[in-house]
């Protein structure tokens, strides 16, 4: 026995022992062999990578990165086991349905499959392999060197933001030959976002139906069966690439359907269930095909499954090359002169004025007639006026008609306003196409000769849609922020991110490991974890570089937040906030951080994880050794000195600042205790902080909490017992909404009639103010009375309003039949009955944009002395009938004690002052959120 333990250990020895040759010892580092020593049997794998790249001089950088990868592994693992086996499958089933079947989905899942959510844990020293990284450090490279920009970068930027093979703790997967087959295509072509349209209802079939829907864009769709057909004839469309948009209704399974193009090429695609038979999909069916003539016949056969077809839009592909030839300069200045009557594009009237008109005349060497023109999109410019660069040439209303005449004007960026400059048989003269209605600007012949207006039209080829571009000076526009260099990493970018916005954002109600790079990239759901993890797998597998910074918890609201950033030959981070381009802020610079982090694939050496070496428990944000703090690129920060109670402190090496998550303290950043005082350096502002200790068993409070405010000041927050204070109370969270609902009700109106047409209504109040989330009271003088009350919302607001009641003239409320607008947008099952059932969280949202409305039908005419109405709300006012609890700090909470609320408000008395309150409602609902009480009003933290 003794002998076969001996027999095993030399086994053991052995298997771990180094076949490096001499020689290359020599070659790696002291990182490396530690790793290598860390490996263990694995051990040999890894020499095999480095000794496969050792063989050949120009494979000297493949080998350095093979060092940068092994070296800096430690830390990184992959989940595995049975039960991630089983959570991949519901990841790819969550794929397939509606979003609002997910969680539903999801825990039916979990169930069934009787997941405990135990995985096991492979690091990777110890199981990845030599042909995995071989492979890929392959396939990066050549991804890379194919790029124009790499010339520019480091090697240690590429190696950083390009290279690494994960990006959490995914299963393993050879992803970047994917990327390459699915998205690099993508650079060398253009889009137009529409196309021609064509109704299904207007096609040839057979046993199809045609339904009324509210959703569809002609308010009728065609549902046709197993086998049957839809034909689209008299296609019209230059010969070449398209893209086939199909929008569609399935409320069955998943329907496998053939394209045919004029009764030769046959293209599979797949319709997605889409959560019901009144559901529209969430984005149309993208299905690229080839036409080989100007009259086309597309056919659109269902397999197996019943499936219904409101549309199909047929979109140009352009190839990108056709743009560079154009020679534009981004920024430079430009006069543009018509081939058919030598006159030069001219702004009417004053440029600065929003809308201004256009039309051709003599070129006068005048402002109004110079442009500059600015690469702000892939393969698209802006055309702006000379002397006022937020005056655009655009297509005013998103109009896709022929003789829609263009405009120059202000406003909100869109497609209508980018031009694709394209080639044409006449060298030296070009067509100007618009992004989003695809149509070339041209002079109309019939206006007044010189003084022709410039209208939209299809492309034809006649001397009066072709143009002239003239260089007048050659002064580049400095706007970092929106401008695009040819052949940079943020043109690609630009790109890619029209590709990406077919992911689903989704927030899953359980635990979901982190998902493979095959899963995540086929399935494209996921909350922002894997969003950002999404968008770094297409943008290294292009050689785009590129990272993950995170939020490891929001400090005035719950959760944590991921996204990305590109890094640029400096090494500097451009914003690439997901959903937007590249270089854009969005709403999330404006919301406080107090702290930001940045994934990296080299160890951190000044990581807590790092410097701790496991001799104390810390947090498992803080075990991670492979990020790095980028609080300072984001935003102005300030360090901060704490005091800490010195019993508390006793055997600790570390304090942490924590942030609130509606619920619980959450540390976000560490600081080594000495002389019982802690610096946290580096700390965003307009916070509330608690210093804390850390425990598995609870978090300690290491002393008061404090706030440190927008100009970097510290205001310690200590209960005063001696300064009580009356409190009024209206909410219980403060309200977040990243887009305004406050603005649903304007111009909306309240409405008595004795027709139930409501014929000659009369308007017994209209609203015209923004709503704040609460009840609204509105007196009604008007004396006659009516058997029929409603609310009908002013145009575009699909009539929103969550709760409504009328009163008598003595004070009760209104009983009656519910009435109004039938359905709900996009069959989400708001309907008209959910604004009386006594649920504020519910509401109606119509149909339509415009004309619906709900109400009541009353036995008997009734005069209304009052109308109480809910907007669109959040749920965390306080509401009549629920049992509140107010709670203060004072090293920890402290009740105030348990009140029923009777009115829309809450009243404590005798409230020490000076500190931090909660308020808990114990009747339902999970939002709660710390406040302050200044001059008589909550102030939220």
Request: proline share 4%; net charge positive; with cysteine.
């Amino acid at each position: 026995m003794k002998n076969r333990i001996l027999f095993i250990i030399c086994l053991f020895i052995l298997s771990a022992c180094s076949n490096l040759p001499k020689e290359l010892k020599n070659k790696v580092s002291k990182e490396v062999e530690e790793a290598l020593d860390e490996a263990g049997t694995n051990r040999q794998e890894l020499e095999k990578v480095l000794i496969h790249y050792s063989k050949n001089p120009q494979d000297s950088l493949k080998f350095k990165a093979a060092c940068f990868l092994i070296q800096n592994m430690k830390g990184y693992y992959s989940v595995t086991g049975e039960n991630v086996n089983k959570l991949e499958n519901i990841y790819r089933i969550l794929g397939e349905v509606s979003t609002d079947e997910r969680n539903e989905k999801y825990k039916r899942g979990v169930d069934s499959l009787k997941i405990d959510y135990r995985f096991n844990k492979q690091p990777d020293l110890q199981y990845i392999q030599a042909n995995f990284l071989i492979q890929h450090i392959d396939q990066i490279f050549k991804a890379w060197e194919a790029t124009p920009w790499h010339r520019n970068y480091s090697f240690d930027t590429f190696c950083e933001y390009v290279l690494p093979y994960r990006v959490y703790e995914e299963k393993l997967s050879l992803w970047s030959p994917l990327i390459e087959k699915r998205f690099k295509p993508q650079l060398d072509k253009i889009y137009f976002e529409t196309g021609n349209l064509y109704e299904a209802e207007n096609a040839l079939f057979g046993k199809a139906t045609v339904e009324e829907k509210f959703s569809a864009s002609n308010y009728k769709a065609v549902t046709i069966t197993a086998k049957d057909r839809l034909i689209f004839e008299n296609v019209r469309t230059e010969p070449g690439e398209k893209i086939l948009l199909i929008q569609h209704y399935n409320g069955g399974r998943n329907a496998k359907i053939n394209v045919i193009v004029n009764d030769f090429d046959t293209v599979q695609a797949v319709l997605k269930y889409t959560g019901g038979w009144s559901k529209p999909a969430f984005s149309v069916v993208k299905v690229p095909i080839k036409v080989n003539k100007t009259v086309n016949k597309i056919c659109l056969e269902s397999k197996s499954e019943k499936i219904s077809i409101d549309y199909v839009e047929l979109v140009p592909v352009l190839d990108f090359k056709l743009v560079k030839q154009s020679g534009i300069i981004s920024g430079a200045t430009y006069k543009i002169t018509n081939k058919r009557n030598s006159a030069s594009l001219t702004i009417d009237n004053d440029s600065t004025k929003s809308a201004s008109k256009t039309f051709t005349s003599e070129f006068k060497d005048m402002n109004n007639q110079k442009f500059i023109m600015s690469y702000t999109d892939y393969g698209f410019y802006k055309i702006k006026e000379r002397d006022n660069h937020k005056v655009v040439l655009n297509m005013p209303y998103l109009s896709k008609d022929n003789g829609t005449r263009h405009e120059f004007s202000t406003g909100f960026t869109s497609y209508s306003k980018l031009w694709a400059i394209l080639p044409t048989k006449d060298i030296g003269y070009f067509r100007i196409v618009n992004r989003n209605s695809r149509k070339c600007l041209e002079i109309d012949t019939k206006s007044s000769k010189g003084r022709n207006k410039v209208v939209q039209s299809e492309y034809n080829g006649g001397d009066n849609q072709l143009w002239k571009f003239e260089m007048l000076e050659k002064a580049p526009l400095k706007d970092t922020l929106t401008e695009l260099k040819p052949g940079t990493f943020r043109e690609a970018s630009t790109r890619i991110f029209y590709e990406t916005l077919d992911f689903q954002i989704y927030q899953l109600s359980g635990a979901m490991p982190s998902i493979n790079a095959i899963d995540l990239i086929h399935t494209k759901i996921g909350s922002c974890h894997e969003e950002a993890q999404y968008l770094t797998y297409i943008s290294r597998g292009l050689g785009i570089p590129i990272a993950n910074d995170f939020i490891p918890q929001w400090p005035k609201r719950a959760l944590s937040h991921y996204w990305n950033v590109l890094i640029d030959e400096k090494g500097k981070m451009v914003r690439n906030y997901f959903r937007n381009k590249p270089g854009a802020y969005t709403i999330f610079d404006s919301i406080p951080k107090s702290k930001v982090f940045r994934n990296t694939f080299t160890i951190n050496k000044r990581s807590l994880g790092f410097i701790n070496n496991n001799e104390e428990d810390i947090p498992k944000l803080f075990k991670n050794m492979h990020f790095v703090d980028v609080t300072q690129e984001y935003l102005k920060t300030s360090d901060v000195k704490v005091i800490l109670d010195p019993q508390k402190a006793k055997n600790r090496h570390f304090a942490y600042l924590s942030v609130f998550d509606n619920k619980d303290w959450v540390p976000i950043f560490w600081g080594k205790i000495q002389s019982n005082s802690v610096v946290f350096d580096k700390m965003g502002r307009d916070i509330a902080y608690l210093p804390i200790y850390y425990s598995s068993t609870g978090n300690i409070p290491a002393g008061n909490p404090f706030l440190l405010s927008a100009a970097g000041k510290i205001k310690a927050l200590k209960p005063d017992i001696k300064n009580l204070q009356k409190m009024v109370l209206y909410r219980k969270h403060t309200y977040i909404f990243y887009y305004n609902p406050n603005n649903k009700m304007i111009g909306g109106r309240f409405q008595g009639s004795n027709n139930p047409d409501f014929v000659n209504a009369v308007n017994l109040f209209t609203f015209n103010s923004e709503t704040n989330a609460s009840y609204c009271n509105l007196k009604i003088n008007e004396k006659r009375t009516f058997k029929f009350l409603r609310y009908i919302g002013a145009d575009g607001t699909h009539s929103n309003i969550n709760e409504l009641m009328f009163y008598d003239e003595n004070g009760k409320e209104i009983i009656g039949s519910v009435i109004g607008t039938e359905g709900s947008c996009n069959d989400n099952g708001s309907t008209k009955e959910k604004v009386f059932d006594k649920n504020i969280l519910t509401g109606f949202d119509a149909p339509l944009p415009n004309g619906g409305w709900v109400g009541l039908k009353l036995p008997k005419a009734v005069r209304v002395s009052k109308i109480r109405f809910m907007p669109r709300t959040d749920g965390n006012i306080i509401e009549p009938g629920d049992n509140y609890e107010l709670v203060y700090w004072n090293n920890g909470w402290k009740s105030l004690g348990e009140k029923k609320a009777i009115a829309d408000s809450l009243v404590y008395n005798n409230v020490p002052s000076g500190t931090l309150y909660l308020l808990h409602n114990r009747t339902k609902g999970t939002e709660e959120r710390i406040f302050t009480y200044e001059k008589g009003k909550q102030v939220w933290w």
